[in-house]
């Protein structure tokens, strides 16, 4: 009588354990640093809401001659002038930047955004100033990882 020994896998454990190692390798990568995932992804949502913002200020001065939002302060520094912090759409806006304007009939934008992590009650967390040139500069001083979030035009 003769008795058929075979040595080695069967697919079905080959496929399993290829399933496990490329469950424990996703695992891993999660674990490692979900937190500066998290973070740069708020950094990307900070920089296209500032590019909203800028694109909606502009297409504003284009159908206005020129003249931008007369709420934008003059500054020489963004994130530094505590006042230059845009209002929430229909928040009270009081001692914030008014781009109410932007938002009138949703023309130019539907609402503002506002920062994922650092709005206050009334303002967006956004901060816009103008330069004596009318260069418009949108920032987010509250972003994360030590990166900067700012567009001028």
Known sequence: MQINKRTGFTLLEVLL???LIGILVGI???ALNPAVQIAKANN???GSDANTILNAVWQYSLDNQGSLPASILES?????TAAA???KTG???SGLT???VLTTNEKYIVSMPFDPTGSTANGTGYHVVKSVNNRVTVCAPDTELG???????
């Not at 020489?76 to 530094?80: D, E, R, S």
């Open 85 to 87: 912090e845009i209002c």
């Open 147 to 153: 990166e900067t979030v700012e567009v001028t035009r």
């Open 91 to 93: 928040g009270d806006c």
């Open 17 to 19: 354990v290829i399933a």
């Open 76 to 80: 020489a520094n963004c994130a530094g």
């Open 44 to 46: 990307a949502q900070r």
């Open 28 to 30: 891993v990568i999660v």
């Open 98 to 100: 008014n781009l109410s």
